[in-house]
């Protein structure tokens, strides 16, 4: 199985990357390709650009990437209880290549921060909103207080009821 992780985040140090990068690494014979939406920057969705530009090519990369994958695992950060503009963009930008961006793929979304919510909000929206994008959510799972849950000499997860609930996940797959 071929798993592509990713955060929806453009910071280099994210956690939500941390957390996607662990996740898809409990799947047992897997090969895991981690991606970085930094390598997807566009300019910023409007239909005036899309005239002059067409389908951007990153979009076609990524969306791509997704396809040539067997499952995803995306851990969305929270900017102000939303979609970073990063990842934001980078979906705009993909949808309108194709609609379907996540193609029926089995999808484990996950969130994080550094607080008690976990991201949940952006979590919520994100697991609300890909069925209508052919996201196919086996699993939601947001992880409150990621520096009290992840060990980081180690790289990974120390809450037993945690790494369990992200094992569970892995096992939809």
Known sequence: MK????????????????????TANLADN?????????DFE??????????????????????NKLKDSDAIVISFAEHNGSYSAAYKN???WTTR???????????????????????????????????FFAGNVVASISVPS????????AAEITNADIKASLQSAVNKL
Do not use: C
């Open 3 to 22: 798993i592509v992780a990713l955060a929806a985040s453009n910071s280099s140090q994210s956690i939500n990357k941390k957390l996607a990068t662990y």
């Open 30 to 38: 897997a090969t895991v390709e981690v991606l970085d939406i930094n």
């Open 42 to 63: 566009m300019p910023i969705f409007s239909e005036d650009r899309e005239k002059v530009i067409g389908h951007h090519e990153l979009a076609i990369a990524f969306f």
């Open 90 to 92: 980078l979906f705009d």
């Open 97 to 131: 290549y194709n609609r379907e961006v996540f193609q029926n793929k089995p999808m484990i979304l996950l969130s994080t921060s550094p607080g008690p919510g976990g991201a949940g909000n952006v979590l919520k929206a994100a697991t609300d909103s890909a069925p």
């Open 146 to 153: 990621f520096y009290d849950n992840y060990n980081a000499d």
